[in-house]
């Protein structure tokens, strides 16, 4: 049968992607003398500024479901889709940058599960450890399935050749280079994903006429509900997405994104490897920044795919059966529409790259937690500094090769994006609860840390379950009969955070405290958090967050 | 001689230096011979001015973080 492609590439194209993989090599080989001990391996040994630390956070989150499910989503449910990139995203990286983001560096953790040993005990290390891991791996292989799946739409290559092949270049440099050849790596990423991805909207909009004609087209072709944010909101029903503000701004914007990017190691490695203080918590400020204009590259061209592409798109197993395209093909048909040789290279290495930084993210805090916080703390307690790296490098392949694995396990999945969604809400969630309250209030026990992220993973499971056996079960747990499946997710993610929290409270009161002296260092009360020193107002980060703060507020009310 | 240590920044210029050659090349030769089956808004030759953006910041970033040498130890 003969493959249906989109795009055909000529030669410039193919060197240009090419070159890409060449120079991620180079990169990887260039810095493989500067991974010797662990924390040089594991944690970049420490000395990433501000810009780095905060451009790496940032692109290790812009995978493939970023670019191509979000994209996907804003065709389906129009600039509701913003969310996850403003209220889901900003007061989260603000709050990981003032609140949390001392008592991580302060404490020298390398991990997030490192954290939790510190302060809850072991118990609730491997508890987390072992659940990060497992979610990690599967993340790790939807982005390869995800990445593999464009690349056979776009360009008819096989899936397992673009799995393999990209696999093996993201082995090759976190192997050898370690975090830092990661973070270096994905700060290039960061680049060429808006170089290539940056021109849809410019051409997009041009060919709309503009925002305001781009939401003429979009209401006639849809509802005029698909380009506001807010006004939708006030119930299940008046919204494409099924849901109400309250999922969206406690589910999402309290819980979820709190969770995600404040206690995900995938993201938080990258600002533990900041210099100093003051880069650990300008990083955090710098990548909110930059993602309150990622909807550019990734709704905008989803909406104006709704707005200008001729055909109808549709969901995978309505594309399947009619042979049209579905929602998570509009980036590449976008692509196909504007971009001519040359720029058509560049797009497809932005996708590749986005793809490649999500693995190499996942790669490296898989390598971490299992290296630390798995072999480490159960396997061999005594090992040397060089025997931990000889570890992590093999890790890495290990992870790669089960990650390939996944992808293929995954590929039957009928949603990638809800698969992922639920996989947060397993985890993220009560680890968001267990870690917060750890953090902030000093009579959270030991124990009362693993039964709160115990029970809380355990309730979320249960209830994704249950809605999955009998899907009329969601009226009970979105507490409304018109609820839809996205706003399962928010519900599942807030009563989880619930009772993670009501059980680690109920357990610390009727169980013996750590003594003060313990908790130096790792409580909110019992740390002192180290002076800025004499700098301007303009190099602190309580004024960048502030600037923040105003443009996502005035985003808000923009698009409301 | 020793070899001084390549800035991230450094790599980034090389990327977009290389790219915006690349791309400002094809997009001069699609511009003398144009393609019988013309993409949406061809005429007005993103890959020309989108490709000079890349050459010219790349090459920005090349001579402002280009890789020091320093006398050995």
Redesign the interface.
């Given at each position: 049968m003969e493959t249906i492609r989109l795009v055909h590439l000529?030669a410039?194209d193919i060197?240009?992607i090419a070159?890409?993989f060449a120079?991620v090599l180079a990169?990887g080989f260039?810095l493989r003398g500067r991974a010797n001990t662990g924390e040089d391996f594991f944690m970049a040994g420490r000395e990433m500024t501000a810009w780095?630390a905060g451009l790496s956070f940032l692109s290790a989150n812009l995978g493939a479901l970023e670019l191509m499910g979000w994209a996907g989503s804003a065709y389906q449910y129009g600039i509701l889709a913003t969310h996850w990139y403003w209220v889901g995203a900003i007061p989260a990286m603000l709050f990981l940058a003032l609140v949390m983001m001392p008592f991580y560096y302060i404490s020298r953790t390398h991990s997030v599960p490192g954290y939790l040993k510190l302060r809850f005990g072991e118990s609730s290390r491997v508890l987390s450890a072992v659940s990060f891991a497992f979610m990690t791996v599967l993340m790790s292989g939807v982005n390869m399935f995800a990445m593999a799946k464009v690349m056979q739409i776009v360009l008819g290559w096989p899936l397992s050749f673009s799995i393999w092949i990209s696999s093996l270049t993201v082995a090759v440099y976190v192997a050898l280079g370690g975090l830092r050849s990661a973070i270096?790596n994905e700060?290039?990423q960061f680049?060429?994903i808006w170089?290539g991805a940056l021109?849809i909207p410019i051409?997009g909009l041009?060919?709309a006429g503009g925002w305001a004609n781009l939401k003429v087209l979009i209401t006639h072709r849809a509802s005029a509900e698909y380009v506001h944010l807010w006004s939708g909101l006030g119930s299940f029903s008046s919204n494409p997405m099924g849901i109400n503000w309250v999922g969206i701004v406690f589910g999402l914007g309290a819980i979820l994104s709190m969770g995600y990017w404040t206690t995900d190691f995938l993201v938080v490695q990258r600002i533990l490897a900041a210099k100093d203080m003051r880069s650990a918590q300008l990083a955090p400020i710098i990548g909110a920044g930059f993602k309150m204009f990622v909807p550019l590259i990734v709704i905008l061209p989803g909406l104006l795919g709704l707005g200008l592409l001729p055909m109808t798109l549709t969901g995978e197993a309505d594309a399947l059966v009619t042979g049209g395209h579905s929602y998570n093909e509009v980036l590449p048909l976008m692509l196909a529409?504007?971009?001519?040789?040359?720029?058509l290279?560049?797009g497809v290495?932005a996708l590749i790259a986005g793809f490649m930084s999500g693995m190499a993210g996942n790669v490296s805090a898989f390598t971490t937690v299992w290296t630390y916080d798995i072999y480490r703390a159960l396997i061999n307690k005594k090992g040397t500094d060089a025997h931990y790296v000889s570890v992590g490098r093999w890790t890495t392949v290990m992870g790669v090769l089960i990650s390939v694995l996944t992808a293929y396990l995954v590929m039957r999945a009928a949603s990638i994006m809800d698969y992922v969604q639920a996989l947060f809400s397993f985890f993220i969630a009560p680890l968001f609860g267990t870690v917060v309250l750890g953090m902030l209030w000093k009579r959270a026990t030991g124990p009362a840390g693993f039964w709160g992220l115990f029970l809380g993973t355990l309730s979320s499971i249960s209830m994704w379950a249950w809605v999955h056996a009998d899907p009329t079960a969601l009226r009970y747990v979105a507490l409304s009969s018109e609820a839809k499946p996205m706003a399962q997710d928010m519900f599942q993610a807030l009563w989880s955070f619930v009772i993670c929290v009501i059980v680690t409270v109920a357990v610390s009161l009727v169980t013996q405290p750590k003594p003060d002296a313990e908790l130096q260092g790792l409580v909110y009360g019992l740390t002192t958090i180290p002076s800025e020193g004499e700098v301007a107002f303009y190099q602190k980060p309580i004024f960048w967050a502030g600037v923040v703060v105003v443009v996502f507020v005035a985003l808000n009310l923009i698009f409301w | 001689m020793e070899k001084g240590e390549i800035s991230i920044w450094f790599f980034i210029g090389v990327s977009l230096l290389v790219n915006g050659v690349l791309i400002c090349g094809a997009g001069i030769y699609e511009y003398i011979h144009p393609p019988l089956e013309k993409l949406v808004l061809f005429d007005k030759h993103a890959g020309i001015w989108w490709g000079a953006i890349l050459l010219l910041t790349g090459l920005l970033y090349c001579i402002r973080f280009v890789p020091r040498w320093t006398a050995g130890k």
């Open positions: 000529s410039v060197v240009i070159f890409y120079l990169i260039y780095v270096f700060v290039l680049f060429l170089a021109l051409l041009y060919e529409r504007y971009c001519g040789p040359g720029l290279g560049l290495t | -």
